[in-house]
Every structure is written in C-alpha cells, then in structure tokens.
C-alpha cells in the first residue's frame, strides 16, 4: 500500500486499474513552495436560474528513473512504469481517487483538456487537470449553431434555455 507523503507524494486509484489499489506518484517540486495539488472552485449558473459548483484539481507529476521519495528512499518505479500507470488512470475518464497526505477527492473525471506533457531526455513534466463534473462536450459547428432555432419565434415569448431548444 502506497502512503502519499512518505514513499510518493499523491495516489491515483481507480477500481478498475490494478484491482483498485491506488498506485503512487512524485509531484513536481522545483518551486519555493514544494509540490501541491491546487484546487479551484467554480460555481457554474444553470438554465433553471440555480448554480452548480465544481471544483478542477491540478498538479505536476514528475517522471524519472531513481526519484527521491519525501522520506529519502529511492522510488522503485521507472519513468516508463510510472508513464504506463498515469495513463492507465487518466484512460479511465471518471470515478478517479486523488488521494494526497491531507485527504482524498474522489469521483474525479479526466476529460476535456486533461493533460499537458513535457518529456526531456531524462524526465518527464505531466502537469494534470482533473475535475468534479465530468460532462464535457465537442464544440458545436458555428454554421450548424448559426442555423438552429430555438423555438417558434412567432408565437413563443418565453425565456430561451437549452431545455426548450432544437435544430432544424
């Protein structure tokens, strides 16, 4: 069993990836501060007029052979071990656990723009975004978007939401 913050310094877990055992990983650390995972919370106004909050969970994930761990032992997985397991985990798409040495997030999706990766010679940067809502959508094509209608503009004067929408 992983413990974040003594041999990595956040978990991934996913039931369907190594039979739900969470898999550990280094956070970039390079700045002042010391590796973080950075939380936003966002509250998104919906059709009906109510809101609905998500949070958006970042973090650098750092990818070398022969890492330090927080407690001075060596790592024991490679950059390639490490790389194959993130990318299992972010295959996965939804229902991911972060679990980090404060706590863990769980029902955490990866979707949309999830990952931005910088491979070095020796290392790799993964810097990760994962969030609370898990609904993301292709961008619909302007001239498509442009054409539709939403409701019989002759004799409808209500409010126009997506719920009363359609495409011609």
């Known amino acids: 069993m992983v413990n974040p913050g003594v041999d990595c310094r956040i978990a991934l877990s996913h039931a369907d990836v190594q039979g739900g055992e969470p898999y550990g990983f280094l ?28 949070q958006k969970y970042f973090f650098t994930i750092l990818l070398a052979d022969d890492l330090p761990n927080p407690d001075g032992t060596t790592h024991t997985q490679t950059r390639v071990e490490m790389y194959s397991m993130l990318m299992r985990y972010l295959g996965q798409h939804s229902q991911i656990s972060l679990l980090t040495p404060t706590g863990t997030f769980s029902g955490l999706f990866a979707a949309g723009h999830y990952a931005t990766e910088v491979h070095y010679p020796d290392a790799a940067l993964v810097t990760i975004q994962m969030s609370s809502s898990g609904t993301a959508f292709e961008p619909v094509d302007v001239t498509r978007f442009v054409l539709s209608q939403w409701v019989d503009e002759e004799t409808y004067a209500g409010e126009m939401t997506w719920a009363n929408s359609y495409w011609r």
Do not use: H, K, N, Y
């Open 27 to 54: 956070l970039d650390d390079s700045r002042d501060t010391g590796p973080a995972v950075s939380v936003q919370r966002e509250s998104i106004r919906q059709s009906d007029g109510s809101f609905m909050d998500s």
